[in-house]
């Protein structure tokens, strides 16, 4: 298994709070990503890391922002959670070249009441 | 937006049959991927296929990909209980892979 390590696990948390959530990897990868999965939505990409420093928006990135300062990690954060973010977060990395596949962590489940 | 959606949503099948799901795409894509999901875990990433591939085999896998009418199709052959899960496919329309688009999966129920 690839080396990715979503923290935490599980998290219930207050509408209006902070919330952060961490990936860390040991792949040394370049691509870095998050993702929420909802029932009857499937996988929808939040935003994207290329680099340290480098990030860019996905498909439902309002709400959420991130943050890269070393190659290993990568953070979300939702500065005023809303249950609407109620959801299953998953981390993925990937390497450099044109046909990377994703390899995932097994996922942060965040109840926002 | 979802650009892929698999078909069936769900599939209930003995062991040892085959398992053959579908997936539909809407705009011109770099390549196509399959995710297994397992229960409460992540995604494990099957296999890709490049838009000028047709079909590819790994192991009990087949995927056949038909860019004309924009749509795949994964066959698990000879399946086990083990393979219940839920599989997704992924497409990536610009660049390399770095923006995969899923679709919201088939649910596999293979009974023993």
């Known amino acids: 298994d690839a080396g990715i390590t979503q923290s935490p696990r599980h998290k219930v948390t207050e509408t209006g709070t902070p919330v952060t959530l961490r990936c860390h990897q040991t792949?040394?990868?370049?691509?870095m990503y998050w993702y929420r999965q909802d029932p009857g939505h499937g996988l929808r990409l939040i935003h994207y890391?290329?680099?340290?420093?480098?990030?860019d928006k996905g498909e439902v990135s309002d709400g959420y922002s991130v943050s890269r300062s070393k190659t290993e990690d990568f953070l979300l954060t939702l500065e005023s959670a809303t249950s609407s973010q109620t959801s299953v977060y998953f981390c993925?990395?990937?390497?450099?070249?044109?046909?990377?596949?994703?390899?995932f962590g097994d996922g942060t489940r965040l109840s926002i009441l | 937006s979802q650009q892929g959606e698999e078909d069936p949503q769900a599939l209930s099948i003995q062991e040892g049959e085959n398992a053959t799901m579908n997936c539909s795409y809407k705009?011109?894509?770099?390549?196509l991927q399959w995710y297994r999901q397992n229960s409460g875990r992540g995604l494990v990433h099957l296999i890709l296929?490049?838009?000028?591939?047709r079909e590819k085999h790994s192991g009990r896998l087949r995927v056949t990909l038909d860019t004309s009418k924009k749509s795949s199709s994964l066959l698990i052959t000879a399946s086990r209980a083990a393979d219940t899960a839920s599989y997704f496919c992924?497409?990536?329309?610009?660049?390399?892979?770095?923006?995969?688009?899923f679709g919201k999966g088939t649910k596999l129920t293979v009974n023993p």
């Open positions: 993925a990395i990937s390497g450099d070249g044109y046909y990377q596949p994703q390899h």
């Open positions: 792949e040394n990868h370049r691509y």
């Open positions: 890391s290329y680099g340290v420093k480098d990030t």
């Open positions: 705009t011109s894509i770099n390549n």
């Open positions: 296929i490049r838009s000028n591939e």
């Open positions: 992924a497409t990536a329309t610009q660049g390399g892979s770095e923006k995969l688009v």
